[in-house]
């Protein structure tokens, strides 16, 4: 290996950054050790090299450092993770460095964390449906192998359940193969943190989960690398390992509020909201990472988890995350002030992969049919009961009130679900076709006369006989 | 060879390199950027010192690698073997990228966009003897059973033809000579070069004014493009700019479709890939994949490349339409595309205008749009062709006021605008009937061999479009006041409203059949939701109850219509007669009351 350098020539110390002078031979992208007066270390990353100065990002922050007894040493390498089997069941600090009491991990080799772009002509299409037994997910916005879906919430709302709920019961119908859970926190409350792990503790996933942890109180810049750390583990675990692997990224929020510090520090010019104008680029290779790959048995599916500031979708965190993203779940305060538990905010989510991961053979023939008209009658029925607290009900004609009963009764049974509660698709399914059951055929555009009369007939036949008695 | 010339690097900035010992360099030449072999462009050249956006990852790079200039600015090769290409930013095949270094991109490759092994059979049109000038067309190449390939002469090459052969040959073999007035032979090939920051030359330009056909209802009914035509669709995320650009990808009548995915998701174009061999073009029967070149440059490859691709992407479309054949490129996003430009631009410590973007973002974004057009193109046998370019616009918080947008409209002919609350409905495609426009619209009429029906169909358009205008306006009488204060005709009204917005403005892109819809097909059905509405009028005359109206049921087949397939139309004429048939006996009872 190459020596490495050591300089003790730091000039300048702002915010998050250094500069050191007179360095030669300084790479862009590469990662430096900072040894304080004390002895202690620290991790940086170069940022722009200029000549001989060199501009680096300092993970767990400069308090302490000083100009003069500062020595830096230049690694000549990017930032890596070292990766072996050995990893499951661990937990890593932000940086990668292991947490737990576990034993000292020998890696079989040394992976950049930044990875390297997949080649579009080398993925395959995500098309193998999960179910997550959360009808919201199943029915409507499904979620299939390969896919990243985020879960857009807001502060104090149950995030936490869903997600966990989410990596408890996620499965492919008909399938026990080998699948691993990787969890990053990024800037979280230890209690929520601790939450998932005894989820999974519980159910005895924990030996399946990799863990990288950087709390509310660690160093902020350190959560630009962890979920960096988080897709090489599983990078390495899907495509060398070939196992069906679960990311979830929380919060993304705190993340990009790193990215945002060291923008500012280098006095960048700010893009909306103070964030830099490469956020998208920069969100775009964390989330990009997720897929399937040609010919390789593995995938990567990824739940990145944010809170929208004062719940507005149309902050740059949520607003350039959609844009990624394959889809967004998002979560409504106002539905969970109704009591609506989980409050998903079924309209503005979408899955985009759902299309060639239902119907016949995968899920049900009537799949498709059945969230197009069940998003149709739900967002008159929204419209109606919006209508009807401006005018009350009584300005509503008795069509218009069907539908808003209809919402009221989606709301209540289908959006509305334990967290501890595991339904079937094809439960979920069959409850669509029954709250659609008071609607006539002419209502249902959206959905084949066949289907109708093949999957409705069983829940109209009760009403029918009862009109029927009272004619 | 001549020496090339090498400089050496002094700064690293994330895509921006500066070089310094780079004297005589030119602007936009390409360069090789340290041990790594990185491929860049110079982009701004101060005295000695260049800077560069290298269109590879930079981590690894350091002040004092050398720095290579190739002395060729950025081009893309053109020739038989474009079509069914997939290329990144720059014109790397990705395909064989692949079988060389395996599904994750690596740095420094090189590999040509036309492939130097594969032959083709090559037919002059010529004979020896010929006089050529630019842009004439001396021989063809079956490329695809969809493209017949025009090879033509070079736009810098004029003379006489020496000697042409019929044969096998690969791109780079010579399949004429050409002698120059002065003497000079010119070896001339299939593949030629073409810097993509500069338009190919034409004769000149004409109007453009024939329909570029989609089978979009929303699209070719109200807000239609020509072939020639620009078009942009902004809307925020979710919106469906991404279906739109898909499906006219799929169904729009053009002989040759160019697709840029610029800085967008992987499995968006993983999509196209597996899709577009599998459909059939609905004229030829043939797989679309059979006229159709990508180009990736996804969201996570590197940025500057990103930058480059709409102009890689528009270079081949233009390469086509010299032919004389009617190109679509659609490039989604543009707003990426700018965002790359802005990327760059920050690095290059420009002065920042609106939103961070570089001062020249309004010039550029037009200097894009204007390579579309319809042409008479350069050279003989005298022809014409069109390029259709339509851009997708991603707007932060989808707010049109951005600049990208913006600049845009300025310069684009259609805008389709996406909707948030349509979308969530999931009322797609997500248009806007109320402030999308094009300004095409007169030439719907054209689309008929019928005059009378093309006129026909223009009056019904205006028709509909009333009706949904008249629809915003009692809506909001109706949250004012409730929906007792409607008299019968404005109740007849909203309902024809919700039948042409639910039985023909939504078109599922995803059903077998509702997927692309002819311009035949189209006049049908919305000649019959139309009829229901005069019939339910002349049934309201004659004092019919709305409610019952309303509950016939041939409403049913009138909301199916959509489905019926092309070949069995005639069901959707006979509906009218039902309605007709059904709508008859309100009027008895109502007289008998
Ligand atoms: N014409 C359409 N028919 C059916 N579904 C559509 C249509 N247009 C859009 N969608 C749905 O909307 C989703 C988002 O569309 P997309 O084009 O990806 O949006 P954008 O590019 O604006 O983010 C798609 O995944 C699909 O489910
Ligand atoms: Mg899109």
């Known amino acids: 290996m190459l020596s490495v350098k050591e300089y003790q020539t730091v000039s300048n110390i702002q915010g998050p950054l250094m500069m050191v002078e007179m360095v030669d031979e300084a790479k862009y992208g590469h990662i430096v050790d900072i040894e304080l007066g004390d002895g202690s270390i620290r991790h940086g990353q170069i940022l722009q090299v200029e000549n001989d100065k060199v501009l680096v990002q300092v993970f767990e922050g400069t308090s302490g450092i000083d100009v003069k007894n500062s020595k830096v040493r230049f690694l000549a390498r990017p930032l890596e993770f070292g990766v072996s089997p050995d990893i499951l069941g661990r937990v890593f600090s932000g940086l990668g460095v292991p947490k737990d009491d576990g034993p000292e991990i020998i890696p079989e080799k040394r992976l950049d964390i930044n990875g390297q772009p997949i080649n579009p002509y080398g993925r395959d299409y995500p098309n193998e449906f999960i179910q997550t037994g959360i009808s919201t997910i199943d029915g409507l916005n499904p979620l299939v192998r390969g896919q990243k879906l985020p879960i857009f919430s807001g502060s104090g709302l149950p995030h936490d359940d869903l997600t966990a709920q989410l990596a408890r019961q996620a499965t492919v119908l008909g399938k026990g193969e080998a699948f691993a859970v990787v969890f990053a926190a990024m800037g979280i409350t230890f209690e929520a943190a601790q939450f998932f792990i005894d989820d999974l503790h519980n159910t005895g996933a924990i030996e399946r989960a990799v863990m990288f942890v950087n709390l509310a109180n660690d160093p902020a810049i350190e959560r630009i690398a962890t979920p960096r750390f988080a897709l090489t583990a599983a990078e390495y675990l899907a495509y060398d390992q070939g196992m069906h692997v679960l990311v979830i990224l929380n919060d993304m929020t705190n993340y990009c509020e790193a990215l945002r510090e060291i923008s500012a520090a280098r006095k960048e010019v700010p893009g909306r909201r103070g964030y830099p104008g490469y956020l998208y680029t920069d969100l775009a290779t964390i989330y990009e990472r997720a897929g399937r790959i040609k010919g390789n048995k593995g995938s990567i599916t990824m739940v990145p988890v944010l809170t929208m500031p004062e719940d507005d979708k149309t902050h740059p965190v949520p607003d350039l995350t959609g844009y990624i993203t394959e889809g967004q779940i998002i979560l409504s305060r106002s539905l969970a002030r109704q009591g609506v538990s989980p409050p998903t905010d079924v309209l503005p989510s979408l899955s985009r992969l759902k299309d060639k991961g239902i119907g016949e053979g995968k899920t049900r023939e009537d799949h498709a049919s059945l969230y197009n008209q069940l998003y149709a009658a739900y967002a008159r029925g929204k419209e109606m009961q919006e209508l009807a607290t401006i005018m009350g009900e009584a300005a509503l004609s008795d069509e218009d009130r069907k539908y808003m009963e209809f919402a009221n009764k989606f709301e209540d049974r289908y959006i509305s679900q334990d967290y501890y509660e595991n339904r079937s698709v094809f439960q979920t399914l069959d409850l669509g076709w029954e709250l659609l059951s008071m609607f006539d055929n002419v209502d249902l555009k959206r959905i084949d006369l066949q289907l109708i009369e093949k999957y409705m007939t069983k829940y109209r036949t009760g009403k029918s006989k009862a009109k029927e008695a009272a004619d | ?593």
């Not at chain 2, 020739?79 to 720059?90: A, F, N, Q, V």
């Not at chain 2, 004979?127 to 842009?135: F, M």
């Open chain 2, 1 to 593: 060879m001549t020496e090339k010339r090498v400089g050496r690097v002094v700064k690293v900035a994330g895509p921006v390199v500066v070089a310094e010992g780079m004297a005589g360099a030119r602007m936009y030449d390409v360069v090789r950027v340290g041990q790594l072999n990185l491929i860049g462009e110079i982009v701004e050249l101060r005295g000695d010192t260049a800077s560069i956006q290298v269109y590879e990852e930079t981590t690894g790079i350091g002040p004092g690698e050398p720095v290579l200039d190739t002395e060729a600015s950025l081009s893309v090769e053109l020739g038989p073997g474009l079509i069914e290409s997939i290329y990144d930013g720059i014109q790397r095949p990705l395909d064989a990228l692949v079988e060389r270094e395996g599904e994750f991109m690596s740095r420094g490759s090189d590999v040509p966009g036309l492939n130097r092994e594969k032959k083709w059979r090559f037919k002059p049109t010529v004979s020896e003897g010929t006089k050529v000038s630019p842009g004439d067309i001396i021989g063809e190449v079956d490329e695809t059973t969809l493209m017949v390939h025009k090879i033509m002469v070079p736009p810098d090459i004029s003379g006489t033809i020496k000697s042409i052969s019929e044969g096998e040959f690969t791109v780079v073999d010579t399949v004429a000579v050409c002698v120059a007035e002065d003497g000079t032979e010119h070896e001339l090939m299939m593949m030629q070069r073409w810097p993509v920051r500069e338009p190919r030359p034409i004769s000149r330009r004409l109007a453009p004014e024939k329909l570029l056909v989609s089978g979009q209802r929303v699209v070719d009914t109200f807000f239609p493009i020509t072939k020639g035509g620009t078009a942009c669709v902004p809307g925020p995320f979710g919106t469906g700019k991404t279906v739109v650009q898909h499906q006219l990808a799929k169904w729009v009548d053009a002989d040759v479709v160019v697709y840029v995915g610029c800085g967008e998701r992987g499995n968006e174009m993983t999509d196209v890939l597996t899709e577009f061999p599998e459909l059939k073009d609905p004229r030829s029967g043939e797989p679309l994949m059979r006229r159709s070149v990508l180009i990736a440059n996804t969201s996570n490859m590197p940025v500057a490349a990103r930058e480059a691709s709409v102009y890689t992407g528009i270079t081949l479309a233009e390469y086509f339409r010299d032919m004389g054949y009617t190109v679509a490129l659609m490039a989604d996003s543009t707003s990426r595309w700018a965002e790359a430009m802005r990327e760059i631009s920050t690095r290059l410590e420009e002065m920042p205008a609106e939103e961070g973007y570089p001062a020249y973002l309004g010039a550029r974004i037009a200097a894009f749009y204007e390579r579309a057009g319809r042409v008479q193109c350069l050279g003989s046998p005298d022809r014409e062709g069109g390029l259709s370019v339509i851009g997708a616009v991603s707007p932060p918080g989808g707010d049109l006021s951005d600049s990208v947008v913006q600049a845009t409209l300025h310069v684009v002919k259609v805008f389709w605008s996406l909707k948030g609350e349509l979308a969530y409905q999931r009322h797609f495609p997500a248009i806007d009937w109320l402030t999308s426009y094009s300004f095409y619209k007169q030439y719907l009429r054209g689309c008929f061999e019928d005059k009378d029906q093309g006129r026909e169909m223009e009056k019904m358009t205006g028709a509909a479009m009333g009706l949904l205008e008249q629809e915003s306006e009692l809506v909001e009488i109706v949250r004012l006041v409730g929906a007792e204060a409607l008299s019968p005709r404005d109740r007849l009204a909203l309902e024809t409203a919700r039948s042409i917005r639910e039985d023909y403005l939504h078109q599922n892109a995803f059903h077998e059949v509702d997927t692309y819809t002819s311009m035949e097909k189209q006049y049908e059905m919305l000649k019959t939701v139309l009829h229901f509405h005069h019939q339910g009028l002349e049934a309201i005359q004659a004092g019919a109850e709305t409610a019952d109206i309303f509950k016939l049921a041939v409403r049913e087949d009138i909301a199916r219509a959509k489905y019926v397939p092309q070949e069995e139309i005639d069901k959707i004429r006979r509906i009218r007669d039902t309605i007709e048939q059904q709508m008859k006996p309100l009027h008895s009872t109502a007289a008998s009351k």
